[in-house]
Every structure is written in structure tokens, then in C-alpha cells.
């Protein structure tokens, strides 16, 4: 989980690497820490440091997992012969390690050679078929080559033996919102809700999937939930507060109709407006005009 | 504050004695040659209200306690992580593969 203060360290740091300031290795760790995907600035920083004999006997047991590091990166970056280079240390070091044949797997995936890193993933199964970042990678694999249906089946069957695995729900959510499955991301996001509920983002995804689907129930049901957000973030997500307003917007025009005299939280949709628009005064003085004309269109703001 | 930990003391003594008291009834008991079944009544009482005492000073010694808040800085979440174990290579990466200046 990527927390604000956090983001904050890691830009921090990011910038002082960059303009040679040091700290490499504890940005490194803090990339690893957070799981961002910044792979072109691991492979450079972190093949600085293992191209440096020096720097690098004084990581100890550390080395191996910078190798580790670098060699994925390298695959992100489709480098190759850099990931080829650290797969072949690393599976000198550790002959018969699990984790070193899963990374000789992705190498495989990274090349393309899908039949032989299936080969390599069933043999590794067979050992130990419990292995759940091998089972991943086989969903992985069959959503890199586009079959998308057929990684959603992979991904169930999957999850009916490891319900409790969070990312594996997440990656079943976005993969239904790719395929405009709204009914099925809702229960995957429903899914996560209950399993971690006080990460906002996952109430903010739930609540862009009802918004997704219409319907007044399913808007009012994403109303809360952007509310629930704000509530969770402290009013500082500001596509929570777009999606209140929208909300109530849509809610407005769909019971117009029927004449219905249920407003449950009539100030709501415009503290989210006058949110929005303070926030945007504080940050993008620009572009206040744009947005209050919006929300003065949408008679969210007199 | 100094009272509070002046009752967390008392419940510690209070304890300690419970506990002096039923090695003492234990060796009445072994005199007397008789089996030990339990420890007897006002030791049960002075543990009750030492391990009263002593909990209720540890909650307030240290001062109140402070909630939990999700929107502050350090809790507040900004984004969620890259689900590493799903990571697919095959993305426009493939077609500028990146260059290194060493």
C-alpha cells in the first residue's frame, strides 16, 4: 500500500538519485517496499550498483534479492541479456531454488516463448503444485497473450482454492472492467471491500462500477460509497468528490420523472462541489473557471 | 499522575503478597500434611483487586489513548501497488527496448 507520506519519500528520493545525490539502495528498497512498478530506474540504479564489486559485497545477503530486483526490470525493459546475465548468477548461487525457476519462467514469457514457459511453469507444478506466484504467472501468461476469457476461467479456478488472496480478487475486478463484466467486477470489488475495508480505493472502484451500470439503485449504492471514500480520505480523492457530484446529478434526472421526493442528503452534492472547487483553487488556479462553469451547468453550483 | 502510579505500584505489591501468601498457606498445608486444592479465599480476593489495580494504572499512566485516523498523512492511501505476481511483459516496452549508457 502506497500511503501519501510515502509517495512523498519515494518522489523525494527518486529526484535525489537522479541528480546524483545517492541514496540508490534505499530507493531501491523503498520501490521493492511500496511494489511500484518503476523498472527503468531500477535497471539503471540497480545495475550501477551490482556492476560495482565494491558496493556490492556490502550488501551481504541482500545482493540476491537486488539481483532479483534488476533481472525483472530488465524484463520490463526488454533487456534481455541484462535479466539473462543475473538469472544465470542467481541459479548458481541457488541451483534448485523455487523462486530462480519462476524467474527463468518470466524470461521465457519475456521473450515470447509461450509453450516453453508453460513447460517450464507445469514442471515447476508438479514439484510443488501448491505454489500460488506460480499459478499467477500461468494467469499472467495467458492475459499477456490476449486471452483474456480464458484467464478469467484460469483465475476462478484459482480462487476457489485461495479465496483469501486479495490481489488475485483485484486482478479478477479489472479484468471483468476490461471485458465490460460490471456485474461480475462488482462482486470481485464486493469481494475486496470485506476483505480490506478501510482502503478507500477499493470503495472508490466499487463505486465507478455501480456508476458504470445505472440504474437509481446501483447510483444511489455508488453515492455512498464515493461518500465513503471522501469519508476515508479525508475529502482528498477528487475523483470521489466528481463521482457525488455526478451521482446526484444522474439520481436528479432519473427520479424527475417519477416525482419522488426522497432526498436523502440534500447538501451533500454541493460540500463536494465547494470541495472541489477549493481544491482546485489551492492546486490548478488555471483552471477554476473551467470547473465552475461545469458545475454551475450541472446546477450543482449557484 | 503521581497518585496513578502510586496505585499501580500498591496493585504490584498486592500481587507480590498474594503470591508470598500462598507459598507460606502451601508450607501451613505441608506441616499439616494435607493436599492443596486451591488457594484460599483472601488470596483469590487480593489477587482480583491487585490485577484490577495494576490494569487500570497501565491504561492511564501513559495518557489517553488517540484514534486511529485513515485520512491522515501517513495512513491515508494515494495509490495501490502494481500487482507484481500478475506483471506481464507484453506491453509497447517490447518495441523500444531501453537503452543504457555504460
Known sequence: MVGAAEEIQL???????????????????????????????????????????????????????????????????????VAKECINTLQKKFPSSLRVGRLEGMFLEAKGSWADAEKAYSRLLEENPLDQAIHKRKIAMAKAQGNVSSAIELLNKYLETFMADHEAWRELAELYVSLQMYKQAAFCYEELILCQPTIPLYHLAYADVLYTLGGLENLQAAKKYYASTIDLTGGKNVRALYGVCLCS?????LSKGRNKEEKDSPDLHSLAAKALVKDYKQRAPTKVSLLTTTLQNMKLLS | ?????????????????????????RGVLKILEEEFSGPPMNVVVE???????????????PGTFLSILPDSEENRLVSLPTNVDFMIFNHRGRVFPYKIDT
Open chain 1, 11 to 81: 518522489n523525494r528520493l527518486e529526484s535525489q538519485v537522479e541528480h546524483g545525490g545517492g541514496g540508490a539502495w534505499e530507493y531501491l528498497c523503498l520501490v521493492r517496499k511500496l511494489k511500484v512498478r518503476r523498472s527503468e530506474k531500477v535497471l539503471k540504479y540497480g545495475l550501477a550498483i551490482l556492476k560495482d564489486p565494491k558496493k556490492r559485497s556490502k550488501l551481504g545477503g541482500e545482493e540476491w534479492t537486488l539481483y532479483e530486483q534488476v533481472s525483472l526490470a530488465a524484463m520490463d525493459c526488454q533487456r534481455l541479456d
Open chain 1, 249 to 253: 446529478v444522474a439520481i436528479n434526472q
Open chain 2, 1 to 25: 499522575m503521581k497518585a496513578t502510579v502510586l496505585v499501580g505500584l500498591f496493585g504490584c505489591v498486592l500481587l507480590a503478597h498474594a503470591a508470598y501468601a500462598t507459598i507460606q498457606y
Open chain 2, 47 to 61: 489477587l482480583l483487586v491487585g490485577l484490577g489495580l495494576c490494569t487500570w494504572a497501565a491504561l492511564t499512566v
